[in-house]
C-alpha cells in the first residue's frame, strides 16, 4: 500500500486519505432519516483539510472551544451549522459562540446556564440551547471491546443527573436569554455491538418521552455518537442494522417530527490516518523484543492508552515485510518515559533471528485518523513534531497547513 511513497514524506509524520474520509460519510449517508443531522466531532481531528470534505458533504461540527470554532468557522462551516459543547465553558467560549450565532450550546450545568443567560443579555439576543443530561442507566453489556461508558449512574463532570433534571431545569427554562430547544444524552464511546448502542437509545428516547409530560414543546434530541471503529480491524460497527434500528425508534416514538443530532468523530476520521517513522534501534530484553522507532506518544498517544491498531512493517528500502516466519515484538518510542509504546506483543512477518536487520526499516501504524496528531503530549522532551500530510481525492500528496489557518488571524 505505501510502497513507493517513503522517498516522498519525511518521517515520522502522519498522512490522512481524504478519500477515507469521504467513504465513511458516504455510509452514514443510508440512514434514510429526513430529521437527523449527523455531527463531526472536531476534537478527533481538527485538520483543516478534513473539515473541508465534510462541509462539503454537508455535515455540521460540533466544537468544544474557542479554537475551533474559529476553524471551523475558516474553513467554511457556518455559525447555525455548529454545536458548542463540554463541561466548565469559560466565558470566552461562550461569549465567541453568542457573538457569532452558533445553532446551539450544550449547557452542562444550572451555573453554565446562568452565566450564558447573563452574558447573552449582554448582546440582547436569546441563545438555543440544549441540555445536557446524564441518564441513571449507563450502556449494558460486560464485553464492549474499545467501548466504554463515559458515564450513567456514576458520579461525573458532564451533564445534570437525571434524578435531579426537573428541578434544575425548571430555573434554566426560567432564564430570559436563553431558549431551550431539547435535550443532549449520551453515556457511551466506542460500542462496538449495534445492539447495546440502540438499546441505549432507546432508554434515551424512552427518557425524553416522560420528560416531555412536563416539557411537551421539545424540539431537538442529541443522542451523541458512540459507532465503535476497530483499530486492529478486529470487527465492524454494523452501520446499516444500526440505522434500521434507529428508524423504527423514531416511528416507535413518535419522533419523526423532532431534529435529531448525532455525533461522530472517531468513526468518521479513524480509517484516514496512518503515523508512518523509522525504527533506530532492535533489541531483546528478559525474552521480549523492541523495536526502537524515532517518534512515540509526543506524537501518537492513544494506543498506549487504549489499544492497538494495525501495523505494518517496511525494509530500509520501503518494501512491506511478508516472509513465512513470524516473531513477537513490542514497538515502542524513543523517549525516556515508560508509557512510550505504540504497539504491544504485535506479531511480523519476520523470523527472531532477522529481527536486527529492520534498523532503518519503517514502521506503519494505521487508523490514526482520530485522536492522533493532535491527542498528544506533544512537548514532552522537546523533540520535533510529526509533519502532517495529506493525499486529496486523486491520490496528490500535500503538505497541511493546519497550523497557519489559525496563527494567520482570527475569524471574528
Same mark, same amino acid.
Given at each position: ?255 419523526? =417530527? +423532532?431534529?435529531?443530532? !448525532?455525533?461522530? #468523530? ?5 480509517? $484516514? @490516518?496512518? &503515523? ?76 527472531? =533471528? +532477522?529481527?536486527?536487520? !529492520?534498523?532503518? #526499516? ?5 487508523? $490514526? @485518523?482520530? &485522536? ?41
Amino acid at each position: 500500500m505505501l510502497e513507493g511513497i517513503f522517498n516522498k514524506i519525511d518521517l515520522p509524520c502522519f498522512i490522512y486519505d481524504l478519500q477515507k474520509v469521504r467513504g465513511q460519510v458516504s455510509k452514514l449517508k443510508n440512514s434514510n432519516l429526513d430529521n437527523l443531522t449527523i455531527f463531526y466531532a472536531m476534537k478527533a481531528n481538527p485538520l483543516p483539510e478534513i473539515l473541508r470534505v465534510l462541509k462539503e458533504q454537508n455535515l455540521g461540527v460540533e466544537t468544544t472551544s474557542r479554537g475551533e470554532m474559529e476553524r471551523a468557522l475558516l474553513t467554511g462551516f457556518e455559525p447555525e451549522e455548529m454545536l458548542v459543547t463540554g463541561p466548565g465553558k469559560i466565558d470566552s467560549t461562550l461569549n465567541y459562540a453568542i457573538s457569532n450565532g452558533v445553532g446551539h450550546i450544550i449547557v452542562e450545568s444550572v451555573n453554565e446556564a446562568r452565566r450564558l443567560n447573563r452574558l447573552a443579555k449582554d448582546y440582547k439576543t436569546k441563545q438555543p440551547i440544549l441540555v445536557r443530561v446524564s441518564p441513571t442507566n449507563a450502556v449494558r453489556g460486560e464485553d464492549l471491546k474499545e467501548g466504554f461508558a463515559l458515564f450513567g449512574g456514576k458520579p461525573v463532570k458532564y451533564g445534570i443527573d437525571e434524578e435531579n433534571l426537573e428541578e434544575k431545569l425548571l430555573e434554566i427554562m426560567n432564564l430570559s436569554n436563553l431558549n431551550f430547544e431539547g435535550f443532549h444524552v449520551f453515556a457511551a464511546s466506542g460500542i462496538s455491538d449495534h445492539r447495546l448502542l440502540i438499546s441505549h437509545v432507546d432508554e434515551i428516547f424512552n427518557l425524553i418521552k416522560n420528560l416531555e409530560k412536563y416539557f411537551p414543546k421539545l424540539k431537538v434530541i442529541d443522542f451523541g455518537g458512540g459507532f465503535g471503529y476497530s483499530h486492529d480491524d478486529t470487527y465492524e460497527f454494523d452501520i446499516n442494522s444500526y440505522f434500521s434500528s434507529l428508524n423504527d425508534l423514531t416511528q416507535n416514538y413518535n419522533f419523526g =417530527e +423532532k431534529k435529531l443530532f !448525532l455525533e461522530l #468523530g472517531t468513526y468518521i476520521a479513524a480509517s $484516514c @490516518g496512518t &503515523y508512518l517513522t523509522e525504527i533506530v534501534d532492535v533489541k531483546k530484553s528478559r525474552g521480549e523484543n523492541f523495536l526502537i522507532v524515532n517518534g512515540g506518544i509526543h506524537h501518537l498517544l492513544r494506543p498506549s492508552l487504549v489499544s492497538n491498531h494495525s501495523v505494518q512493517i517496511y525494509d530500509s528500502s520501503g518494501e512491506l515485510i511478508h516472509e513465512s516466519e513470524d516473531s513477537e515484538v513490542n514497538i515502542v518510542g524513543n523517549l525516556c518515559h515508560p508509557l512510550d509504546t505504540l504497539s504491544r506483543d504485535v506479531k511480523i512477518p519476520l523470523g527472531i =533471528e +532477522k529481527l536486527e536487520n !529492520l534498523i532503518g #526499516g519503517k514502521v506503519a501504524i494505521f487508523n $490514526c @485518523g482520530a &485522536y492522533g496528531a493532535n491527542f498528544s503530549v506533544g512537548n514532552f522532551g522537546l523533540n520535533p513534531e510529526s509533519k502532517i500530510y495529506y493525499l486529496d481525492d486523486k491520490g496528490n500528496l500535500g503538505l497541511s497547513n493546519s497550523d497557519s489557518i489559525i496563527n494567520g488571524g482570527r475569524y471574528k
